[in-house]
């Protein structure tokens, strides 16, 4: 009785899984072991993970998996957000990392002779070409994204402090959920806490700090203080 329990347990958290891309042998996995065992309709959903099941660019998840695993060069047709019309890329892929429950791809653009990411969701369309692999004999994917918020990194960019001025309201909030590893506390007083954070400055970067609203007060650099600044002029634009 115990292990049954321990089962039905696991098919629930197994069942959030359905449909994603790499798990459509999880279909008749549950089936047949809901038949073995006799669980059909036994199991209750207690995990909900983040997931958009209506995002673009997940069929292509499945050959992208695969072509990373077995070292395979990509033709990929790609229309960025400010593109008129699509372009052909030759990519040679190394990793899949997901951010903000969207999925971004990384690895060694021909065009750019250099390590780019793309957006699933903007890929129209993909091909294995015959062309030899180049390795990625460089980067440590582990440690590559230690200095961003995000997945825009920067290989010439260096990290800098930025100080953030956070409402006491808010704090607890980002105290429990860190902007970034970096993060440390300066002071702490009766209204505020001001942190600092290490990082490289990127989209989003500006836009997680932009998301607190007049909780988070930008203390330096003064480019971020510009850039969020000039993000909420632009918002109050709208409703003028």
Same mark, same amino acid.
């Given at each position: 009785? &115990? ?7 696991? *098919?629930?958290?197994?069942? !959030?899984?359905? $449909? ?34 209506? *995002?673009? $660019? ?13 070292? !395979? ?27 903000? &429950? ?19 969701? !903007? ?27 995000? #997945?825009?990194? &920067? ?8 100080? *953030? ?47 607190? $609203?007049? $909780?988070?007060? #930008? ?15 632009? *918002? ?5």
């Amino acid at each position: 009785e &115990s292990e049954a329990k321990q089962l039905k347990e696991t *098919l629930s958290i197994l069942t !959030r899984f359905k $449909g994603m891309p790499q798990f459509e042998w999880m279909e008749e996995m549950l089936i047949r072991i809901e038949s073995a065992f006799n669980l059909k309709g036994s199991t209750n959903i207690i995990v909900g993970f983040e997931h958009n099941q209506y *995002l673009k $660019g997940l069929n292509h998840f499945t050959e992208i998996f695969n072509s990373i695993q077995y070292k !395979r060069v990509l033709k990929i047709e790609y229309k960025g957000f400010k593109q008129i019309k699509s372009t052909q890329v030759i990519f040679h892929p190394y990793f899949l990392k997901q951010y903000n &429950s969207r999925w971004f791809l990384f690895g060694y653009n021909e065009d750019f002779n250099s390590i780019s990411n793309l957006a699933l969701d !903007r890929i129209v369309g993909l091909k294995a070409i015959s062309k030899k692999y180049q390795e990625n004999n460089a980067i440590n994917f582990e440690e590559y994204f230690d200095d961003v918020v995000g #997945v825009t990194v &920067s290989e010439t960019a260096k990290p800098i402090k930025i100080q *953030l001025e956070i409402v006491k309201s808010l704090w607890p909030y980002i105290e429990s959920k860190p902007i970034h590893g970096s993060q440390r506390i300066i002071s702490k007083k009766q209204t505020n806490v001001i942190i600092e954070l290490e990082v490289q400055i990127n989209y989003e970067l500006i836009t997680t700090i932009f998301a607190y $609203g007049e $909780g988070v007060k #930008v203390l330096q650099p003064e480019e971020v203080r510009v850039g969020i600044m000039n993000k909420a002029k632009a *918002l109050l634009n709208n409703y003028l």
